[in-house]
Each structure stands twice: as structure tokens, then as C-alpha cells.
């Protein structure tokens, strides 16, 4: 397995969590006063590495591979028939 990327890491998620999250953080000397912003479509490179690094845990605690493709494809078709049946009737307040 390749090594995680770095630069997204370093530049925007330890940034964001330093300027955001963690709570009573002493900053060393240069560090980013306001980082690079995390936007929609980030995820998706975390979200693929930490399903390869579960991928690789899976097989080894279990001895198995799990299909995390399929269970996508299921979690896709379940959102699509949700949304595709879903409506919404939102009342005026006058």
C-alpha cells in the first residue's frame, strides 16, 4: 500500500483540525495562520484511503476480503430509489 498523501494532509486536514478543532493548541513558529480551505470533493481522497487502510485491516484480522465496491453500488441504488421517491411539500407560514 502506498504511503498516504502527505500534502493533502499536511496542507489542508492537520491545518484545518489545528485552525478548528483542537482546542488550546500552542502553534509553532511559521505556522499557516489560515490554512487552505477544505471543499466539497476533498473527502473523497480520505474517504479512499481509509477504505484501502480497513480493506487491509479486514483481511487481516478476518483471514477475508470484503466487497467495498458492491457495498457502494448498494448504498447508491438505496440513495437513488430514496431520493427518486422522496417528495417534499414545504407549507407557507401566511
Known amino acids: 500500500m502506498e504511503k498516504a498523501n ?5 496542507k489542508k486536514l492537520k491545518a484545518n483540525r489545528d485552525m478548528f478543532i483542537a482546542h488550546n ?3 509553532d513558529e ?3 495562520q489560515f490554512p487552505e480551505k477544505i471543499k466539497y ?4 481522497l480520505l474517504l479512499g484511503e481509509t477504505i484501502e487502510i480497513m480493506a487491509l485491516l479486514h483481511r487481516v484480522l478476518n483471514n477475508a476480503g470484503f466487497d467495498w465496491d458492491g457495498a457502494k453500488r448498494q448504498t ?3 440513495a437513488e430509489q430514496l431520493w427518486s421517491n422522496c417528495t417534499f411539500s414545504i ?3 401566511h
Open 6 to 10: 502527505t500534502d493533502y494532509v499536511n
Open 25 to 27: 493548541l500552542r502553534l
Open 30 to 32: 511559521g505556522h499557516i
Open 41 to 44: 470533493g476533498d473527502e473523497k
Open 76 to 78: 447508491d441504488r438505496n
Open 91 to 93: 407549507q407557507s407560514k
